[in-house]
């Protein structure tokens, strides 16, 4: 197959996003522990495993093209100061890399690059479900109010 340009740079995008979500979840994690939030920092655990996976996913298959997966550090990454806000800005950066797995499977559609398309369509139903929790949490902050939220994550 020959190496398309267009789905390497996606792919090198796409890892950088990765590392900019580990490193987002990593200081919300961070956070969390030094606040006592003992089940919202095993949630942080979990998802970053399945961020690293991506991260890993996506090296492989640059890998597998004889390209070098080497790390970009990402340019923006959107702490929180207080739970509301670190909830809400890893929504948003779910919605973020949902959006761009949809183009790089588009792409790679448009390519016939069914190899990356499978590898992104695992990562892209793992991001789905990040954002159906994030969303979830949203919900049950505002129903429940941020003090009996929180006082439910201790």
Not at 91 to 109: P, V
């Amino acid at each position: 197959m020959e190496i398309n340009q267009q789905i390497i740079d996606a792919l090198f995008a796409r890892r950088t996003e990765e590392l900019a979500a580990i490193i987002q979840y990593q200081a919300h994690r961070s956070m969390a522990e030094f606040w006592g939030y003992t089940k919202l920092v095993e949630y942080y655990d979990e998802i970053i495993g399945d961020e690293q996976k991506h991260y890993k996913l996506l090296g492989d298959r640059l890998c597998y093209f004889g390209i070098t997966p080497d790390a970009t550090i990402p340019s923006a990454i959107n702490i929180g100061q207080d739970v509301p806000a670190m909830h809400r800005n890893d929504n948003a950066s779910e919605e973020n890399a949902i959006s761009n797995y949809n183009s790089t499977m588009s792409l790679c559609s448009e390519n016939g690059d069914n190899g990356t398309w499978l590898i992104i369509s695992e990562i892209l139903k793992d991001e789905e479900d990040h954002r159906r929790d994030w969303k979830g949490r949203l919900v049950e902050l505002d129903q429940m109010g941020e003090a009996n939220y929180l006082s439910a994550k201790l």
